[in-house]
Nanobody
Framework: QVQLVESGGGLVQAGGSLRLSCAAS????????MGWFRQAPGKERGFVAT????????YYTDSVKGRFTISRDNAKNTVYLQMNNLKPEDTAVYYC???????????????WGQGTQVTVSS
């Protein structure tokens, strides 16, 4: 059973940085994509970034390009989201997700962490 545990959230001033971590366990992720999503109060959960575990290929939503970087550490089975130049509109609960490469994160084969709060003050 896949388990994803996020950490690293907190309160930061606008312009600051945070690094989120997602410790993954329960299987080999060599055929998986890993992703970060976020949900702000009163809004739907939205995509932030994804990385293919084997190739390292990444993709970002436009609003975070140039500010956020997704990466993975194979030895630690951990995925990171480095967030720089944070803005108040980045405030949200951030979720880590995992899914087989050919399937959406929302499929039955997808897995989600419990989320970590990021708050950016102006």
């Amino acid at each position: 059973q896949v388990q994803l545990v996020e950490s690293g959230g907190g309160l930061v001033q606008a312009g600051g940085s945070l690094r989120l971590s997602c410790a993954a366990s329960g299987r080999s992720f060599s055929t998986y994509r890993m992703g970060w999503f976020r949900q702000a109060p009163g809004k739907e959960r939205g995509f932030v970034a994804t990385i293919t575990w084997s190739s390292g290929m990444t993709y970002y939503t436009d609003s975070v390009k140039g500010r956020f970087t997704i990466s993975r550490d194979n030895a630690k089975n951990t995925v990171y989201l480095q967030m720089n130049n944070l803005k108040p509109e980045d405030t949200a609960v951030y979720y880590c997700a995992a899914a087989p490469i050919a399937l959406p994160f929302t499929s039955a084969q997808g897995s989600w962490g419990q989320g970590t709060q990021v708050t950016v003050s102006s």
